[in-house]
């Protein structure tokens, strides 16, 4: 009987980290110029933070840049904590899923 390898789950993403660099280096700054309205899913990055570190507590990933940016996979991951969480995460997911509604009526720019 073989035993199955399972990868590891992946880290939470917590956004850019700040790094050191030489004096005079060249550097490339990328900042957070939109504020949560201008998003596709109209949530706090401190809110999608804490959503992941709760996700990762559980066993389960939940990437914020990518749930800031991603409508469907915000919504997926918000459902599922909402259906399957423990303790506080349900509540966070139905705070999250209110702010992915809301951005689910604004119309799309471009």
């Known amino acids: 009987m073989s035993r199955r390898h399972r990868r590891p789950l992946p880290l939470p993403s917590f956004g850019p980290r700040r790094i050191s660099l030489a004096e005079g280096s060249t550097r ?24 992941s570190a709760l ?3 559980q066993g389960w990933p939940a990437h914020v840049s990518r749930m800031a940016y991603d409508r469907i996979y915000a919504g997926e991951r918000f459902g599922f ?30």
């Open 81 to 110: 904590a909402k259906r399957v969480g423990r303790g506080e995460l349900p509540g966070l997911a139905r705070e999250l899923i209110a702010c992915w509604r809301a951005s689910r009526s604004q119309p799309v720019a471009g």
């Open 55 to 57: 996700m990762a507590a």
């Open 28 to 51: 490339l700054v990328i900042d957070e110029h939109w504020t949560p309205e201008d998003r596709p899913v109209q949530a706090e990055l401190q809110l999608l933070e804490r959503f």
